[in-house]
């Protein structure tokens, strides 16, 4: 069976991850720690090319904390994409703001500065940006409109490391970017995540908020656990038969629980610390080469697919990550992801890929995401994926539409 995701790992990362947690600590001495943390922050900034870089406990309090700093409170409007992840919303209702959803363009599943303007109000105080995907949204657009209105854009990079838009990466537009390292993402350190400014008094908050987390290691190591149990059943061959049984749609939620419960809630809110740290500078020398191959994985898919499939599109002078693989189809997914099953492959649908938070947040009136969002499919895409499996998913799902 082909998986739609694997956490990505090096090798004797398990056994790693089961030495720290027997020890609950790093065991190495503060000072050590404190040092690895910022050569991790240090080698992050260097790659996305900003000044600063100061690590959190995940992408969404590093979210928070970036509009904090921004200003936006009370009775504020923050323009988000009408297709995101829906468990940032919740953020917003922290600082007392109001999330409005921006419509998004059908052929690459970005908000697009059109639609960023037809949401503007006095009330707007900030613009998110999400580059979905690892595919870069019409940057320089949304910026220019922004900036006339004087209004500050924050790039979602959550997708996009490794992404860039005419060789500056994503991250480097807005006045803070953050970034995500939960399971599936490019850099996985069992969750976490950065924001990246030039900002010192930003980066120096982050820190400081960081630091009044509590320590421990434990819920880390059971993000890594409930990863690294899916990855044995999957080899076992043992997920086929539960997947298929959720595949059904009146078992939906189980198969979004399946998925989505340990990205989806922020169990216990420990401090970014050493030994996912020492995570993240391991993953980082890889990165370029896990890249390239991903890409090459994508362009078996994109080069046998049936016309009638609208792959992604990535806009010109974008160079992407290989994130995730998602297509539109000319039929509901749901019962498509069902046949793809019995040909041995996971893909995700509906709110196993992403949001519709238009209707999340009630607005009726974002009509391409309503259109298109029970048409997507998110074929696999990971680490482990090679160019063979890349070439029977394209010609199972030929098959199956
Ligand atoms: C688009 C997007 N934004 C933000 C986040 C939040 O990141 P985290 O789960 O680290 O809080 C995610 C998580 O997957 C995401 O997909």
Redesign the pocket.
């Known amino acids: 069976m082909i998986p739609r995701r694997w956490a990505h790992t090096y090798p004797g990362e398990w056994r790693d991850l089961a030495q720290w947690n027997r020890r609950d600590s790093f065991g190495e001495e503060p000072a050590h720690e404190q040092q690895l943390l910022s050569r991790w922050e240090s080698a992050f900034a260097k790659q996305v090319g900003r000044p600063h870089a100061a690590a959190i406990n995940?992408?969404?309090?590093a979210?928070g904390l970036i509009f904090e700093h921004l200003g936006v409170g009370q009775g504020d409007e923050v323009i988000v994409p009408a297709y995101?992840?829906k468990?940032?919303l919740p953020v917003f209702d922290t600082l007392g703001a109001k999330a409005v959803p921006a419509d998004i363009d059908p052929e690459t599943f970005n908000m697009t500065p059109a639609s960023v303007e037809g949401r503007i109000s006095d009330r707007t105080r900030a613009i998110l940006a999400?580059h979905?995907f690892g595919v870069p949204c019409d940057i320089h657009g949304i910026m220019n409109l922004a900036n006339r209105h004087g209004i500050p854009v924050v790039e979602?990079c959550?997708?996009s490391l490794g992404s860039s838009v005419s060789g500056t990466s994503t991250g480097c537009f807005g006045s803070a970017a953050f970034y995500?390292?939960?399971l599936i993402?490019l850099i996985n350190t069992f969750?976490?995540?950065m924001v990246l400014m030039d900002d010192a008094a930003l980066a120096a908050r982050v820190r400081s908020c960081n630091q009044t987390d509590p320590e421990g290691f434990t819920p880390v190591y059971r993000k890594a656990r409930a990863a690294r149990i899916e990855q044995l059943l999957f080899s076992a061959g043992l997920m086929y038969p539960l997947l298929y049984l959720l595949a059904t749609p009146a078992l939906k939620e189980g198969m979004n629980r399946l998925y989505r419960r340990a990205?989806s809630t922020?169990r216990s809110a420990v401090r970014y610390d050493a030994p996912q740290a020492q995570l993240g500078l391991h993953k980082l020398t890889t990165l370029e080469q896990r890249i390239e191959m991903r890409l090459r994985c994508a362009d078996v898919m994109r080069s046998l697919l049936h016309p009638s499939i609208h792959v992604q599109r990535v806009p010109e002078g974008c160079e992407v990550c290989g994130y995730a693989f998602v297509v539109l189809l000319p039929c509901p997914a749901a019962p498509v992801r069902k046949q793809l099953l019995l040909r041995g492959i996971d893909a995700a649908v509906e709110g196993e890929i992403?949001d519709d938070c238009a209707a999340a947040l009630g607005y009726d009136d974002c009509p391409v995401i309503s259109d298109i969002f029970p048409r997507l499919l998110a074929l696999p895409m990971h680490d482990r994926l090679s160019e063979k499996e890349a070439e029977r998913v394209a010609r199972s799902l030929n098959a199956s539409i």
Do not use: C, P, V, Y
């Open positions: 995940s992408g969404r309090k979210m995101t992840f468990e940032i999400l979905i979602d959550a997708h995500s390292f939960d993402k969750g976490g995540g990205q922020l992403m």
